[in-house]
């Protein structure tokens, strides 16, 4: 083997690996944007396998349950309340409790004010937002145990996939099927003398080496 030869191996053999690990690092940055785990969480966000969507996840119509009843704001409570349940070893009844105490704070909030040290709430609105939590509140309980133990399995098969894939980010650069890194021979046009050598660079084919068939007469 000519020292040509030699030089072009261990040039190839360079680029192979420089590829490798280029491969490795934009597959590292890709695979750890995909919180979605290659779409087998698409509502996943903020690190939950359901991102926290406000009271209207409790039902498909946005208008029987919202996350606003005249002033007072229910939404960071429903959130909260989603995010309680979704976070593994969480207490249901604590999660359940503080939801209703919760609503019921974001009533006094709206419609209460304080005067001399006195809780001063509008009878009438006050009245009829703290209706709304009190049904908002009795809603979650009947079916509680079934939906939390759905939500901890859910958010434990999420941890998992994240935790073994990082996240399924885009599939790196090939080269017309050949992964990225790759390296491979090809004779130079009709010649039968001489072969090519090319790796596969951010999904382009670059030649990297010429060799001469060893005692092939030049064509």
């Known amino acids: 083997m ?42 996943a966000g903020d690190g939950f396998a359901k991102k926290p969507d406000g009271c209207s996840s409790m039902t498909d119509n946005p208008e029987e349950v919202r996350d606003k009843w005249g002033s007072a704001n229910f939404g960071g409570v429903c959130n909260e309340h989603d995010r309680c349940y979704y976070t593994i070893g969480a207490n249901v009844d604590d999660c359940n409790a503080n939801f209703c105490s919760g609503l019921r704070k974001a009533c006094r909030n709206a419609y ?43 958010q434990k098969s999420y941890n998992a996939c994240i935790a073994e894939h990082g996240g399924i980010g885009p599939q790196p650069p090939s080269c017309g099927g050949r992964p990225e890194g790759a390296t491979w021979k090809s004779r130079v046009g009709a010649t039968v003398c001489w072969i090519n050598t090319y790796t596969c660079w951010h999904g382009q084919r670059v030649e990297i080496g010429t060799d001469h068939i060893p005692g092939c007469p030049n064509p």
């Open 112 to 154: 209460c004010t304080e005067i001399l040290g006195q809780r001063v709430c509008e009878p009438v609105t006050f009245g009829t937002c703290t209706g709304i939590a009190e049904v908002y509140c009795a809603a979650v309980k009947p079916f509680a145990a079934r939906y939390y133990e759905a939500a901890q399995n859910f």
């Open 2 to 43: 000519s020292l040509f030869s030699i030089i072009l191996g261990l040039l190839a053999a360079a680029c192979s690996l420089q590829s490798i690990v280029v491969a490795g690092a934009l597959t590292a940055m890709t695979r750890s944007t995909d919180i979605t785990c290659g779409g087998r969480f698409p509502k």
